[in-house]
């Protein structure tokens, strides 16, 4: 069998942003000349552990963690301990941890399933907000390319951070997110 | 079987873009039956928890989710494969998540996939 395999071109869907790659971690901070840019808000309408869907407008006063991720990357779930971890840890104190779960695959994969993503959360222990971004509108408003992603928004709604990359509950990378939040927690 | 996709892997017999892709497809045999297989570049992994998919352009899906996976059944440990359906020409566009150990991030790629016997 003769075989005519034509990559014609490849179409990467991400690549490198203007971002620092440290031990496998892709995390900077973002200011726009000093001044932090605002937060885009979001519409989504199918939410999971919410009453209503969560609007940020809402969450003026309290530090707004996203986290764009989606329960079949093997990234992101290694990383839910650490998002649970400071969902319990730093919700009283004025944290707000929001998933933004961003299907990578058209709905064939399932990941656009709302009962998926539920067995997800339940499977992970989360019990924090989640949004479903089947459209990718809130993926494309954040400019976000890599799964995990995470966003931190400060009591003004403000982006202060953003990075990707996994990590775990204790590791250096999960010691600078928790001290940005108490940072900003303090703000 | 791992043999064959070793084969595989090491094989050259497809021909890429201008860029340096980070999988490719590639047809071969298994016990007489065609296959095909996604190859990835040396220092990727293939994700398993959502198999490569080929998006036929006439319509139609063929998944490559055989293979031997890792423990937390995230990745691929061999290049991810499946009978080829016969008679049907692969035409469309091959759609694999896939992640640089170095990383920790995780990515996809859509490729255009013509293969002809």
């Not at chain 2, 490569?52 to 059944?73: K, N, Y």
Request: include cysteine.
């Amino acid at each position: 069998m003769r075989i005519l395999c034509s990559a014609l071109a490849w179409i990467i869907s991400i690549s490198l942003p203007g971002a620092s790659a440290a031990h496998g971690q892709l995390v900077h901070t973002t200011t726009t000349a000093g001044v932090p840019r605002p937060a885009p808000a979001w519409d989504n309408t199918s939410w999971l552990n919410a009453e209503a869907p969560v609007r940020l407008d809402q969450l003026r006063g309290r530090v707004v963690l996203l986290n764009f991720w989606v329960f079949t990357c093997g990234n992101c779930t290694r990383t839910v301990p650490s998002l649970v971890e400071f969902d319990s840890r730093y919700r009283r104190e004025g944290l707000t941890l929001i998933g933004i779960h961003t299907p990578e695959f058209p709905p064939y994969a399932g990941e656009h399933d709302r009962n998926n993503v539920a067995k997800a959360l339940a499977r992970h222990g989360i019990t924090y907000p989640n949004a479903q971004d089947n459209d990718r509108r809130t993926w494309d408003r954040y400019a976000i390319r890599y799964w995990p992603s995470f966003v931190l928004i400060d009591k003004r709604g403000r982006i202060r951070y953003e990075g990707a990359g996994e990590f775990h509950v204790g590791d250096p990378t999960y010691r600078a997110w928790e001290q940005r939040i108490r940072a900003l927690l303090a703000e | 079987m791992r043999l064959l996709l070793a084969s595989l892997v090491a094989a050259a017999a497809c021909e890429s873009g201008p860029a340096p892709a980070p999988v490719r497809l590639q047809a071969g045999s298994l016990a007489g039956e065609a296959i095909l297989a996604v190859v990835p570049a040396h220092d990727l992994r293939i994700n398993a928890r959502v198999p490569p998919a080929i998006e036929l352009a006439a319509g139609g899906l063929v998944r490559l989710a055989r293979g031997r996976v890792s423990m937390d059944s995230s990745y691929f440990l061999e290049p991810p494969w499946d009978v080829r359906p016969p008679g049907i020409p692969i035409r469309g566009a091959l759609r694999v998540s896939f992640c640089r150990a170095d990383e920790s991030v995780c990515r996809s790629v859509m490729l255009p996939v013509d293969l002809q016997e």
